[in-house]
């Protein structure tokens, strides 16, 4: 058994024990993949398990295909032989517990499979909302968590400096993500943590352009936003090259994005909230002239998800504790000219303002 694992689940579901206590609940029902996996350690097909916890007892609902794997990867939590999206699974374990009042993720569940829990309890008891309360656990990050994103973020540093060498006119955008993809394998990730953008010339001015077929040619600016999966974990980053001179201008927003994130950087204050963060880098651009074309939010929290947890955006009120992992992303977009963004995953912790992703060089570079 690994001892770190059960300890690790066993101190996030009892974290999650006390929402059921403040609820007055006798159990919940957790589906999702991710919440599945935070909870449980459950590293299978999201939806191929389900989880009852009660205030004394833990169950993990799976079928044969993972019996062997949920027993390694699940030391905390008691096998139920059984399809996960079977409603009568439940049902016996409500039963056998006399369970009547049970919490369900209100967020994440399909409508069918909520009325098919509701079909099961009395019919004057409805199911509880949880609303956020497992996203929110899920938000401050323990050791094992920042370790296996530390590690996610060293992966995409690493397979981007061996990708950069593809980077040039002729090669397609497609070429590239291609390469990074199979250097992020190749360097232990398990996969992309999303669908790689490569965005190219006046394709640059969509922030979010996934690669595709189109040509890379020379005077272009490449933006290449990525991440690398590692124990279920997300990294996140983004940079910006030049193959061959860019126009004056793409050259020009290069210095006011990469002086608005290492302003917001320099910025960041322990607890200080999200909105006050994006408004350092958001003043900044707008000082430069650019203020228009920066349209997205600052950052984001990244997880298990790629997008989860303290938002980083104009409105956020997000506090940007300790442990809690976030992405600063400031970006400039002109239609028809292009486009530059540059990303850093951070975390503050144990006193220290880490960015995550510091192997990669941010100076403006021509390839
Ligand atoms: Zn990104
Ligand atoms: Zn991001």
Redesign the pocket.
Known sequence: MDNAIYAATERRTQAFRRVIEEKKLDAAFVCSGPNVRYLSGFAGTPGDAALFITPDKAFIITDSRYTIQAGEQCPYYTLVSGNATDINMVKGLLTRGGATVVGFENLNISYDRYTRLCSILDADNTPVRLDNSIENLRNIKDRIELDNIRRACKIACKALSETVPYIVPGAAELDVATELEYRMKKNGASGPSFDTIVASGVRGALPHGLASEKIIKNGELVTI?F?ALYNGYCS???RTFAVGEPDKELLKIYNIVLGAQLTALDAYKPDMLGRALDQVARDYIAEAGYGKYFGHGL??G?GLE??EGVGVGAHSVSVLAENTVF?V?PGIYIENLGGVRI?D?VTYSDGVFEILTSDSPKAFAVL
């Open positions: 936003d991440g996140d980053m983004t950052g984001h990244v790629i997008h992405s992303e990303e995953l």
